[in-house]
């Protein structure tokens, strides 16, 4: 199957019908997750799995009792770090001088660069930062979702400070940004499964750098 034809099939999903996602398919978009860019490679988030069904009912209220936290299969929770910290880049630093086998001293550059952001921000921004982050490993769980013919839904419609309660976020230093809902889709009851999908044609969306002229 091609990308584009995934895209094509996938659509926010509205209404799940309880059935497991196989193991493989989940390993599957949690490697996407693993394997996605962020800038200078540190993954500022964590990603809670969450497949018990005691832990999606104590979520639904707080995403407004939408039918999809308990219909689904796995909830996948972006957390984004709530503060970036010294201890952060040198754990960081290590993993990159063991897999790449190289010396502390080739990377000072690069850790001036990180440092810059741990000296040079307020919490907040590197929250914000780390969040910003989370977004392109989200984004290639929902592509890698639809490759896998798994239904996904997009949540940004939760109270993410009782999600950090439910799940005991804060003292992880966690804070929730996204959630993503994995399942399959409840074609009876389910109104989008038959809508066509509508998005800006290419002629508006794309724009040549000439036409801001």
Do not use: C
Not at 9 to 24: D, F, H, I, L, Q
Not at 32 to 44: C, E, K, R, V
């Amino acid at each position: 199957m091609k990308l584009s034809e995934a895209l094509q099939w996938r659509y926010a999903t509205k209404r799940m019908n309880g059935e497991r996602v196989p193991a493989e398919k989940l390993e599957a978009i949690l490697e996407a997750i693993q394997l996605s860019p962020s800038s200078m490679g540190l993954q500022p988030y964590n990603v809670i799995l969450i497949d018990d069904e005691a832990t999606k009912a104590s979520l639904k209220a707080a995403a407004y009792n939408q039918p999809q936290i308990t219909e689904a299969s796995h909830l996948l929770v972006f957390a984004a770090w709530d503060d970036i910290t010294a201890e952060n880049v040198d754990f960081y630093l290590q993993e990159i001088i063991q897999t790449r086998n190289v010396s502390a001293e080739s990377l000072d550059g690069f850790k001036a660069a990180l440092m810059g952001i741990v000296t040079g921000r307020t919490k907040e921004q590197k929250y914000e930062w780390a969040a910003r982050q989370s977004y392109i490993a989200f984004s290639n769980a929902i592509t890698a979702a639809a490759f896998e013919k798994v239904d996904a839904t997009p949540m940004e419609g939760f109270v993410p400070a009782e999600v950090d309660r439910i799940l005991g976020l804060e003292k992880k230093g966690l804070r929730s940004v996204t959630i993503l809902a994995l399942g399959f889709r409840d074609e009876k009851n389910d109104y989008m499964v038959s809508q066509k999908k509508v998005r800006r044609s290419k002629e508006v969306l794309f724009v040549k750098k000439e036409q801001l002229n």
